[in-house]
Every structure is written in C-alpha cells, then in structure tokens.
C-alpha cells in the first residue's frame, strides 16, 4: 500500500471512529465531549506517523511501538485526552512511585464508548457486543490501571455483553445523568 493510499484509509479510520464515538456520546447526552473527541489525531504529531505504521486491522500505534520501542504519536495522543487512563498517571508527591490516579466517570464512560468503537473498527463483520469486554479482560492494561477504574469499565462493558448495545446506552445515559446531578456518584462494583 502506498502513502497516498494509507493516508486516506487513516482519515476515513479516524473519521469513522469519531463519527461512531460521537453518536453514542450524544445518545449518553455527552455532547462536549462527543464534538471534540480524539480531535489531536488530526494534528501532525499523530497524523503522520498514524500514516507511516497504518495498520488496517489494529492501531498505528502498535506497530510505531514494535519497530521503536515506544510511540510519539501515543504520547502526544494520552497527553491531550482525558478519556484515556495513561493521561491520570502521574507521580506521587514527593516519591518516587507513579500513580494511577481513577478516572472522572464522564472520561471513564467515554473511554468505554472509545473501546465500543475501536472494537468494531478492528473487528469487522466479526464484531459481538460481547466483544469489547473479553478484549478488555485479556489486556495488559487491565492489569495496569487503577483498580476502581478497571473494575468500573469492567463493569460497564459486561452490562453491554449481557444486555447489549441500545439497552446499554440507556443505562449509560442514566448513570451520565445521576453523576451530573451527584459528582460523589460512583459504580458499585459487580466484577
Ligand atoms: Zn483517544
């Protein structure tokens, strides 16, 4: 595939991703977040190398990672966006360990809805609402992360398996609504 090539499939990959992303934050009433997420993929620190290591059938960013050892593009990407867990890492005041700080819910549901998306991206016609949780629970990341923050995304992602899509954006967007009204709201773990 040439550049010409992989730079037209990384817009349209990028395009659809926001599209998608977007019309299941404004079913949960998210609409800030729905207009402006993943907009720093445009930007030409995460644009070209997204071209040069385009995938098709995984992330850019996967492959930057294998031939560099790391990603310019991801470092850029979870610097700028709350709704990924990397962006709540930070260093503990006056330690030397790093934190995994839990995520606000509204980026937390936003990053479910990312996974949603990005599963159906890669996945294709073999696409399942059972999908985005199974890959959840086999990643590395899971093991990473802020514990509450994992058990919650967890939890949101299986209420999708088990119920599946329409049902589940309801009960996102009731959850959206009870924690826009109460700030303290947090899931009560089921995973
Ligand atoms: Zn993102």
């Known amino acids: ?3 010409v090539q992989r730079f037209f499939r990384h817009l349209h990959t990028v395009n659809t991703h926001r599209f998608l992303v977007m019309k299941m934050c ?4 998210m609409y800030k977040q729905g207009l402006m997420h993943d907009l720093s993929k445009y930007s030409p620190t995460e644009f070209i190398p997204s071209v040069r290591y385009y995938q098709g059938n995984r992330s ?29 890492v930070d260093r503990e005041n006056g330690k030397t360990n790093l ?3 839990p995520m606000p819910f509204e980026y937390l549901l936003e990053s479910v809805l990312d996974r949603i998306s990005a599963s159906k991206t890669y996945n294709k016609d073999k ?11 086999r990643s590395k990341e899971y093991h990473t992360m802020n514990r509450k923050t994992a058990s919650e995304i967890a939890q949101l992602l299986l209420y999708l398996k088990e119920n599946g899509e329409k049902k589940a954006l309801r009960h996102y967007r009731d959850l959206y609504k009870q924690y826009r009204t109460d700030k303290s709201f947090t899931l009560e773990s089921r995973v």
């Open 99 to 101: 934190i995994c700080l």
């Open 1 to 3: 595939m040439n550049t």
């Open 26 to 29: 404004f079913s949960c009433g």
């Open 127 to 137: 696409y399942t609402d059972a999908e985005p949780y199974e890959f959840f629970l």
């Open 60 to 88: 850019p960013i996967s492959k930057e990672k294998e031939v560099n050892g790391y990603s310019q593009c991801w470092l850029h990407h979870k610097g700028r966006n709350r709704h990924h867990w990397e962006y709540w």
